[in-house]
């Protein structure tokens, strides 16, 4: 099993940054992507941006460079750097991992961290 634990939200003005922890444990050596999605109330979550094991990034179209994913592998850490916060960015934010298991996928969740922005 793979488990996640978010770190690092909060309330923050408008302008304002926050950093998303997001520390992995268990079985990792099978984890090929990671990422940080994010919901809102009444909606399914939604791909907010990802990092694979070679370090390759993928975001949303939206985010129009306002957010940087990256990862420590000593740390087996994820992180989520969010710059120019709006106040439409107020969602709970998930970790996600996905274990690559002879070509089955596993997904695994974090329990959600609450980013609140305020104008």
């Known amino acids: 099993q793979v488990q996640l634990v978010e770190s690092g939200g909060g309330l923050v003005q408008a302008g304002g940054s926050l950093r998303l922890s997001c520390a992995v444990s268990?079985?990792?050596?099978?984890?090929?992507?990671m990422g940080w999605y994010r919901q809102f109330p009444g909606k399914q979550r939604e791909l907010v941006a990802s990092i694979t094991t070679t370090g390759s990034t993928n975001y949303a179209d939206w985010l129009k460079g306002r957010f940087t994913i990256s990862r420590d592998n000593a740390k087996n850490t994820v992180y989520l750097q969010m710059n120019s916060l709006k106040p439409e960015d107020t969602a709970v934010y998930y970790c996600?991992?996905?274990?690559?298991?002879?070509?089955?996928?596993?997904?695994?969740w974090g329990q959600g961290t609450q980013v609140t922005v305020s104008s």
């Open positions: 268990g079985i990792i050596s099978s984890i090929d992507i």
């Open positions: 996600h991992a996905r274990r690559l298991v002879s070509l089955t996928k596993f997904d695994y």
